[in-house]
């Protein structure tokens, strides 16, 4: 018998012993994984099962997900009685402006200041980076102000002006950077074939951004579909243009809560963030890596 052969048998039962220490350590990790979500999960589970039972069940059941009597009732009472369709379609309207108004200034703020140099650039990027740093309760009164001047308060106009405006920084960043790792060949043939500075964006530069735009759509979504400060301030005076998370609030407030209610609220306002997410997500990871490159 040779060498080799004495050697090879005696590193058998070593690496068979790192195989299954490997496997080992990948199986308690995925278990450990599997709490961890469990656990994460948990909270809206509890929620979703509260919907769904009887005012008796969900103080009776306490903690338990299952509810022994399923009330969908709950949902169309949520809807109609405790308003949350007016409520949801004020969100709809105030989060999908948002959403069209900062995609399309953003996009174009971003493609003008990957594309071109001026002086004193990087002190406006510097500035305009600072701005990203401010609170929201800083600078309330002032844009309280400029709202009231406009003859805007209490409209849901000023709502969707001021959550638009305070995503434009971010969202801006994120084009400039999207913009500025894309190859220029592309844009070099249509300017050879003619194309002015807004043609190149309009025709060539905007459709390939999709990512990117799948991306700041979503980043925006979920910021103006769970907006409370905002709405909150603005339409402070016209309970009928509340949105879903100052609604929720005030239902809470002004009424003796009725928890399946508000359960059934929480999940019509988080089914739409969800949708959303889930039919975007393939395009949001290129777009960060997009951005991320430059």
């Known amino acids: 018998m040779s060498v080799s052969s004495i050697t090879d048998k005696q590193q058998r039962p070593r690496r068979s012993f790192y195989k299954f220490r490997q496997k080992g350590g990948i199986g308690l990790t995925h278990l450990i994984l599997l709490v961890g979500g ?3 999960m948990y909270p809206f589970l509890w929620m979703l099962g509260s919907s769904l039972k009887t005012n008796a069940d969900f103080f009776d059941q306490g903690l338990n997900i299952f509810p022994r009597q399923i009330e969908w009732s709950n949902y169309v009472n949520a809807w109609n009685e405790a308003s949350f369709g007016q409520y949801f379609f004020n969100t709809a ?3 999908g402006t948002t959403v069209i108004v900062v995609m399309i200034f953003t996009a174009m703020a971003g493609y003008a200041l990957a594309r ?3 002086p004193g650039k990087k002190l406006l990027l510097g500035l305009i980076a600072l701005t990203l740093f401010l609170p929201h309760g800083y600078t309330i009164i002032p844009v309280f102000d400029v709202v009231q001047r406009l003859g805007l308060l209490n409209t849901l106009a000023s709502v969707i002006l001021v959550q638009a405006a305070g995503g434009m920084v971010f969202s ?3 084009f400039m950077g999207y913009f500025s790792s894309m190859e220029r060949e592309i ?3 249509a300017r050879v074939d003619g194309a002015n500075f807004n043609q190149r964006f309009w025709m060539v530069m905007f459709p390939l951004a999709g990512p990117m735009l799948a991306t700041v759509a ?3 979504f979920i910021g103006a579909w769970n907006s409370f400060f905002i709405p909150l301030v603005f339409t402070l005076g016209v309970p009928e243009l509340r949105t ?3 609604g929720m609030y005030a239902f809470i407030a002004e009424n003796s809560t009725n928890w399946t209610y508000l359960a059934a609220g929480s999940v019509i306002t988080l089914a739409p963030i969800m949708a959303v997410f889930i039919l975007l997500q393939r395009y949001f990871i290129s777009g960060v890596e997009g951005a991320v490159k430059s």
């Open 38 to 40: 469990l656990i994460w």
């Open 93 to 95: 309207i105030v989060a």
């Open 116 to 118: 071109t140099n001026f």
């Open 172 to 174: 801006t960043f994120l």
């Open 187 to 189: 844009e070099d043939a």
């Open 218 to 220: 979503l980043f925006t």
């Open 244 to 246: 879903l998370a100052v």
